[in-house]
């Protein structure tokens, strides 16, 4: 297993409980992403502790540069470094510390911006590593609370790091942070429950859908469907999904997807990506769509 381990509270506590329960069966990596000057000490900080618990540690070194989608960036160019690291050591998964609260404040973001069922499901227990689809990425804390975390690392007598920008009201999570611990009307692992039966309900539509995939046809230059009558928009639009990934697209997209089955059950003709869809007869039928001429 490999952990990755910032320094900070969290994950911290994920370090710790992982030498109380496994101390031979991990190693422990730490992300410098290049942004702030303290992030070689507390590399250096969370360096010193696997020496002393005897845990084998590695430092990985970016280069980001400061500006818009500053976190974003940071996620993605997170994400590669742990996952290559994973590969080239060998570790069969890449373990992180979210826990309850984090879940929570995913879920506030996504029901903000319309999520379905797949977004409001919220982060797994289980998942691919982003961009690495071999690679698990587990998420063993999703029951904790931050609090709870924070005590462990106190008891072992540690001082956490502090990355000043989980203060920045610039940015999305922490105001949803802020606006969640001035109430006491939010509970994190509650929240945290909902997310495990939406991902239930999530794995339930897969296996209809993997169901109903065995009547999609797949020829050498078309792939052809007969939606069955009254077939529930939700899992047309997976079938569709799937169908688009079949010519090589692994982006949902969204809005975009809904218009186009609007189309085809309208009995039109209309093209996404680059996946031409016609359902003027049954069954309906995609090709790769011609390319146009200027």
């Excluded at 160019?77 to 890449?94: F, I, K, M, P, V």
């Excluded at 940015?171 to 994190?188: C, G, H, K, P, Q």
């Excluded at 052809?224 to 999904?241: M, S």
Aim: net charge neutral.
């Amino acid at each position: 297993m490999g952990l990755a381990v910032s320094g900070g509270s969290d994950s911290l506590a994920l370090l710790l409980l992982f030498h109380e329960v496994a101390p031979r069966d991990f190693c422990v990596a730490t992300v410098d992403h290049g942004l702030r000057a303290e992030a070689a000490a507390e590399a250096a900080m969370v360096a010193a502790l696997c020496g002393r618990l005897c845990v084998a540690h590695h430092t990985l070194s970016l280069s980001l540069a400061k500006g818009s989608a500053v976190q974003e960036r940071a996620r993605t160019a997170r994400y590669a470094a742990l996952g290559q690291w994973c590969t080239d050591h060998g570790l069969a998964a890449l373990v992180t510390a979210h826990h309850a609260d984090d879940q929570a404040e995913t879920m506030i973001m996504r029901l903000n911006r319309g999520a379905g069922l797949r977004g409001l499901a919220g982060m797994r227990s289980c998942a691919p590593v982003p961009g690495m689809a071999d690679l698990p990425l587990l998420r063993p804390l999703l029951d904790w609370r931050r609090a709870e975390l924070a005590q462990v690392v106190q008891a072992a007598g540690l001082a956490a790091a502090d990355d000043p920008s989980n203060r920045d009201t610039a940015f999305e999570r922490v105001r949803v942070r802020a606006a969640m611990t001035a109430t006491d009307a939010f509970d994190a692992k509650g929240f945290a429950a909902s997310a495990q039966h939406l991902a239930a309900a999530d794995q339930a539509l897969d296996w209809a859908v993997g169901r109903l995939w065995q009547d999609v046809e797949e020829h050498e230059d078309r792939i052809t469907w007969n939606p069955p009558h009254g077939l529930p928009p939700v899992l047309a639009l997976r079938i569709l999904e799937r169908i688009l990934t079949a010519y090589g697209h692994t982006e949902s997209r969204g809005a975009d997807l809904s218009r186009w089955l609007d189309t085809l059950q309208a009995g039109g003709v209309a093209t996404l990506g680059n996946v031409k869809g016609d359902a003027r007869r049954a069954p309906w039928r995609f090709t790769i769509a011609p390319t146009r001429r200027h």
